[in-house]
């Protein structure tokens, strides 16, 4: 290696092995019983312009022959700095995880970045028990995990398909953590690609859709923020179905529409909601779907009772 030459080196920001330029260079001889030589660069992506620090080992007490060559050659060792995991962009909004998963993400990447994969593929488990844990699924001391994945099928957090990844998880796990059964970066990789899905499914996207895109109403609460947020848009004393109330929003019910009303025809009879009186109940204009409950506009100020 010489100060100029174009080597092969990964680039951190173009998340590849890209054409580097050697910017600086110091080489330094191994002693006289023992031959190696340490070349340590400052070297600059031709691409991306990002600079980074590489360490070049090659040990010619080490030889290794290469039969496509038909020579024999050093045994080289390189090491750049700053460290990055290889080929993983980490694209997951990590700041939107609840702390103590995220403390335990960074920490597992912290240690596949520097290659301790023994204490990864722990880490990858410890995510899933700190999933668990946030989820309300009690995880009892020296338990394999099992029972707690299944239970989030149960509750619907994951599906079958998901969970049996999560178990995959969980074998790698418990074989390092109780066997000292070190994993192939190889498979670490897959287990990563696992992870980050269900991090994203679980906790991310719905964060980011937050107050932005539409997403489906699950409780009553949700549906009374949904109304109340309709009626600010209508009229005191206007008469209309629910359909008309909510407009397009309705969409967001889902398949629980029915279910919220009843519920609300329930709280306006006993006199906990007010905002809207129970009106007349019409026939439809389809013979064959039953009647239409109207209602009407008592109040259209913001509804407290909804804020979430």
Known sequence: MDKGQKIDNYCRDCFKNTNHTVKELLKIDGSWHYQVVHYYAIVQCDGCEAVSYRTTTEDYEMMYYDQQENDHFPTTTIVYYPQTLDFHRNELETALLPDKIRIVYEDTLRAFTAKSHLLTAIGFRTIIEAICIDQGIKVKEMEDLKPQIDKM????????????????????????????????????????????????????????????????????????????????????????????????????????????????????????????????????????????????????????????
């Not at 796990?173 to 990789?189: F, Q, R, T, W």
């Not at 019910?253 to 009879?269: C, N, P, Q, V």
């Open 153 to 308: 099928v149960i509750k619907k957090l994951i599906t079958p398909r998901e969970a049996a990844r999560l178990h995959t998880i969980r074998f790698s796990g418990n074989d390092s953590a109780h066997d000292m059964i070190v994993p192939k970066e190889a498979d670490l990789y897959i287990v990563l690609n696992i992870v980050d899905h269900l991090l994203n499914n679980l906790y991310i996207i719905d964060q980011q859709i937050k107050g932005g895109l539409e997403k489906v109403v699950t409780d009553f609460n949700g549906f009374r923020t949904l109304l109340s947020t309709a009626m600010t848009k209508l009229t005191v004393g206007d008469s209309l179905t629910l359909g008309k109330i909510l407009g397009k929003s309705a969409r967001r019910l889902h398949d629980k529409g029915s279910e919220f009303e009843r519920e609300l025809l329930a709280k306006i009879e006993s006199g906990e909601y007010t905002k809207l009186a129970k009106g007349e109940l019409k026939e439809s204009s389809d013979r064959k779907l039953p009647p239409v409950q109207y209602y009407t506009i008592v109040d259209v100020d913001w509804d407290r009772g909804s804020d979430i």
